[in-house]
């Protein structure tokens, strides 16, 4: 029963621990801490051994904290370093700290964490090899004893000040393999006993922290250890120099010794010479050279230079050194060198440097002669600016900044070949500022000057801004259209506008018309009395015109005036456009002598229609005109206004006056014609006024000299040379081509006068001419009876009348005033 | 150099101690010497080819200096007053700058020129020493 029982039991617990053991699982085991190591400088990796995994699947974490903190880190990094490990870069490492590390293994059971591993990273990081090994053997009493010298490696991180390095050393010949170790501890420096001579040694050395690890060996550097029985190395001649050219030393450098005491002789030869002489002078000059004093110094001679080293084995030679001693001559520095500031009286003080040649050099017998050079620089500039003086001992320096400190320094060297001293000990200046009570006060004078200035102008600029700034920036003028009175239009009477056109009523009424055939009827003799009667119109309209001269002094819509009649007067001068057909028509019929009309006012449905004055030339004409009232030069409204202002001034122009019933017809036609222009028939008159004088003396003139030819024809009409298709379409009247001057308008066979308008071409052109009645031209007769003729079919176009414009150049000399100057348009009618 | 036999003084003392006529004296025989090799050495390097224009221009600027500068030292010693037998000298030493020049046209152009240095800072030097004996206010 029992074995049963226990068989049963085992049985089960058999069973059990299979089934265990099957599916044994359990909470992990504890993982151990194997090694932490630093394998790359400022990182270091640990590895880890787990425990037993419980069957299941286990994660690993490691843990770690910093020193005492209590902050607890998780790895950063498990896969670097391979299965089980964990890397800390450069940025988890940090040198002067102790990490403590645990790893936990976790799985579904549980967990179990290893026990703590303290790191201190200091430790495990393999330290930089010593540096700057160097060696050196000494030899004293034929023993050789090699001196070792390095140093530790460069820490960059400081951890080490409280770790101490340990050295090692080891060295070994040159040909053997084996390495003999010897340890140091802790100082940089070894000497190395026992060493054959003659052999060639290499040596290393390396180093280790007290808790760390050894680092590399250091670079092997290798020392021959001299031989007791070799001659010594060559020594070399480094240079030979002569402060005054007067004697010279000459330096060399030995070369190794060998082993023994070595002598150096220095050996030369002058040049030309055989003999070999030593040096005179070792001592004076210092250790390893040779002083030649002024009996052994030559000139002009090559020396032959050459050192000697001598020992117990052998001598050894260096190589010759040819010296000129011409040619090798630096001189002291310049000494005693001196400031003085001077201050001229109303000049700005200057700096006088002064300083003497070295003592040594013999500059007064001329035998050395130097050269000098100086460099100042401001006390904190970095450049300096150098200035060479030549051959003086002193300088003046001008161009100072005051205030500021310099330094100063000299050398020299001699004129000829050599080569420059070292410079002289720095010298400190110190520039007064220079403050002048002068200045200041010049400055301040002038600025309250510019301020009450500026407080003037700009109290003017309030008071008086508009002015200013009307005087500044002038207004720009609005167009003035001739004829139009601005403001009356901006008044927006337009009424009086029209009138002040000489457009009665828009649109025209048959007053106009009336009136403008009223004056047509006017001719001649016969209408003499029309004309006074019409004369005396005038003055009622010239009346008007004086009463209506206080208007605006623009835009009266006048013959003359190119601008605006047309519009004004485009529909109220249809008559007018008929006018010339019917005037010349009368004119025709009258034969009064006179001579047609060259003015018409014509009034173009375009825009540019201005009033024109056919024109002869102007005041000439006129005067012509004047005393003779069958000749009629109608040069242009200008003319006829002169007339016009004639009748009206009675006083003024007498001359005028008497002519001026034979020209009322004229006058009235080219009133009518103009009727718009009253008011600018006003405006001539004003301008006849000044040049009352002018066309009066012409009138006189023509009076006196042509008397002949005022019986004749005097009309001098001007060839329309052509027609101006600009803006003011002018028909610009050739100047007659037998007279030689404008004044002179001398009616001569040769000269056609037209006088009568033949027709109207294309909307611009008048086409005249000559008066048929004129008994000195036969030669046109025909011709102005066919034009005559067709005129007289009335060959009007389009109901088109022209004026042809005064020139524009007429209105603007008569200054703007828009009055045209007769005698301005003299000069346009050529 | 072929200038070499000529007796100068080779130091700062033995130059001092001439006499002043004596100082001139050479000055104008050292000048004398080396008047007749220049102008040859002229003639020599202008076929070279390596040489620049401007190495030839200043070579013979050279040549005009020397010139120049015996006929001021002649000058000079004229407006002295040196009683220098210069007359025999100079034959003597015409005599003796013909032959010298001879041996002159034998050397090489390194070691001319190297001569010349040589010479030219020794008439340079005498010059000096010569001119703080006769005006000894100016700079000296």
Redesign the interface.
């Known amino acids: 029963m029992m074995q049963k029982f226990i068989s049963s039991v085992q049985i089960i617990l058999l069973l059990s621990w299979t089934t265990v053991c099957l599916f044994g699982q359990s909470f992990p085991g504890k993982p151990k801490i194997v090694r932490c190591r630093s394998l790359e400088k400022d990182t270091f990796s640990c590895w880890w051994k787990p425990g037993s995994d419980g069957r299941l699947p286990t994660n690993y974490t490691l843990f770690y904290s910093k020193d005492s903190e209590e902050k607890i880190y998780e790895c950063p990094d498990y896969r670097t370093s391979g299965p089980n490990s964990c890397y800390f870069d450069k940025k988890h490492t940090n040198h002067r700290t102790t990490y403590n590390i645990t790893v936990m293994a976790t799985n579904e059971f549980g967990s179990n964490s290893s026990d703590p591993q303290y790191v201190d990273v200091t430790c495990i990081v393999q330290p930089d090899s010593p540096v700057d090994l160097s060696l050196e053997t000494k030899t004293s009493a034929g023993v050789t004893d090699l001196w070792a010298k390095w140093s530790p490696p460069p820490s960059a991180h400081n951890s080490s000040s409280w770790h101490v390095y340990h050295y090692e050393l080891r060295f070994k010949p040159e040909e053997e393999e084996k390495w003999e170790t010897v340890s140091v501890g802790v100082q940089t420096q070894y000497k190395v006993v026992k060493l054959n001579a003659g052999l060639k040694y290499g040596v290393q050395v390396r180093c280790m922290l007290d808790c760390g690890e050894w680092s590399e060996w250091s670079p092997e550097r290798q020392i021959q250890i001299p031989n007791g029985q070799s001659p010594p190395e060559k020594p070399t001649i480094i240079k030979c120099r002569s402060p005054e050219k007067e004697t010279f030393t000459c330096w060399w450098k030995p070369g190794l010794d060998g082993g023994h005491p070595t002598n150096y002789t220095l050996l030369y030869s002058k040049e030309g010479e055989e003999q070999i002489y030593e040096c005179p002078d070792y001592r004076t000059a210092g250790p390893n050279s040779c002083y030649f004093d002024k009996k052994h110094t030559s000139f002009w001679t090559i020396y032959n230079i050459t050192v000697k080293a001598t020992n117990e084995m052998g001598s050894n030679s260096s190589d010759p050194h040819y010296v000129d001693v011409t040619y090798i001559v630096q001189p002291d520095p310049p000494v005693n060198v001196t400031l003085e500031l001077k201050k001229p009286i109303n000049r700005k003080p200057y700096l006088v440097l002064t300083w003497f040649p070295p003592p040594l050099a013999d500059v007064r017998s001329g035998w050395l002669t130097l050269e000098y050079e100086l460099r100042l620089k401001p006390e904190e500039g970095e450049e300096w600016e150098t200035i060479f003086v030549g051959q003086q001992t002193q300088y003046k320096m001008f161009s100072l900044n005051p205030g500021k400190k310099y330094i100063v320094q000299i050398h020299c060297k001699p004129d000829h070949h050599g080569s420059w001293s070292e410079w002289s000990s720095e010298k400190y200046i110190q520039i007064p500022s220079d403050y002048r009570v002068k200045d200041m006060i010049v400055w301040i004078i002038v600025g309250v000057l510019s301020s009450l200035i500026c407080l003037i102008m700009s109290w003017t600029m309030v008071l008086k801004g508009y002015r200013m700034i009307a005087f500044i920036l002038p207004p720009v003028p609005g167009p003035k259209i001739k004829g139009i009175d601005t403001h009356l239009l901006e008044a927006g009477k337009s009424e009086e506008l029209l009138s002040a056109l000489g457009c009665h009523g828009f649109p025209p009424t048959s007053d106009c018309e009336e009136l403008l055939i009223e004056y047509l009827e006017v001719e001649d003799s016969e209408d003499q009395q029309l004309r006074q009667s019409h004369n005396n119109g005038h003055p009622g309209k010239n009346a008007k015109m004086t009463s209506k001269e206080t208007d605006s002094d623009s835009g009266r819509g006048s013959c003359d005036s190119p601008s605006l009649l047309s519009e004004k007067c485009r529909e109220s001068c249809t008559l007018p456009s008929k006018l010339p057909s019917q005037d010349v028509r009368e004119i025709h019929e009258n034969n009064a002598g006179k001579k047609g009309w060259e003015t018409q006012c014509v009034a173009s449905s375009e825009d540019k229609a201005l009033p024109f004055n056919i024109a002869g030339t102007k005041s000439s004409t006129w005067p012509a005109a004047n005393t003779h009232p069958s000749t009629f030069a109608y040069h242009s409204t200008v003319d006829a206004q002169k007339i016009t202002l004639s009748t009206t001034n009675v006083n003024a122009a007498p001359v005028l006056v008497g002519n001026e019933e034979k020209h009322q017809s004229r006058y009235s036609t080219s009133e009518t014609l103009c009727e718009e222009n009253l008011e600018k028939q006003r405006e001539m008159e004003n301008m006849h006024s000044k040049n009352d004088q002018s066309t009066i003396q012409v009138n006189q003139n023509k009076l006196n000299e042509k008397s002949s030819f005022l019986n004749a024809k005097i009309m001098d009409y001007v060839e329309v040379h052509k027609v101006r298709q600009d803006e003011n379409s002018a028909v610009l009247l050739k100047h007659k081509e037998n007279n030689g001057k404008i004044e002179k308008y001398t009616i001569s066979g040769n000269s056609k006068e037209y006088t009568k308008v033949s027709t109207v071409v294309d909307h611009n052109i008048l086409v005249l001419m000559p008066d048929p009645r004129v008994q000195h031209t036969p030669v046109y007769q025909e011709p102005a009876k066919e034009m005559s003729q067709t005129l007289q079919q009335g060959q009007v176009e389009k109901n088109m009348s022209y004026c042809l414009p005064v020139p524009s150049e007429c209105q603007r000399e008569a200054g703007g005033s828009e009055y045209m100057d007769p005698s301005s348009f003299m000069p346009s009618f050529k | 150099c072929h200038t070499?036999r000529m007796p100068?003084p080779?130091?700062?003392?033995l130059?001092?101690n001439l006499p002043r006529e004596e100082l001139t004296h050479l000055i104008l025989k050292l000048l004398q010497a080396w008047k007749e090799p220049l102008s040859h050495f002229n003639q020599h390097i202008e076929h070279h080819q390596e040489l620049s224009d401007d190495s030839l221009s200043k070579a013979k600027q050279i040549s005009n200096m020397v010139h120049e500068l015996k006929t001021g030292v002649e000058k000079v010693t004229e407006k002295a007053r040196f009683s220098i037998n210069s007359l025999n000298g100079m034959a003597s030493s015409e005599a003796a700058g013909l032959s010298i020049s001879n041996e002159a046209n034998l050397m090489s152009d390194s070691d001319f020129i190297h001569c010349f240095r040589?010479d030219s800072?020794?008439v340079?030097?005498y010059l000096?020493?010569l001119?703080?004996k006769i005006m000894p206010e100016n700079?000296?």
């Not at chain 2, 080779?10 to 003392?13: A, H």
């Open positions: 070499s100068t080779k130091g700062k003392e130059a001092q040589r800072n020794k340079q030097s000096k020493i001119k703080c700079s000296c």
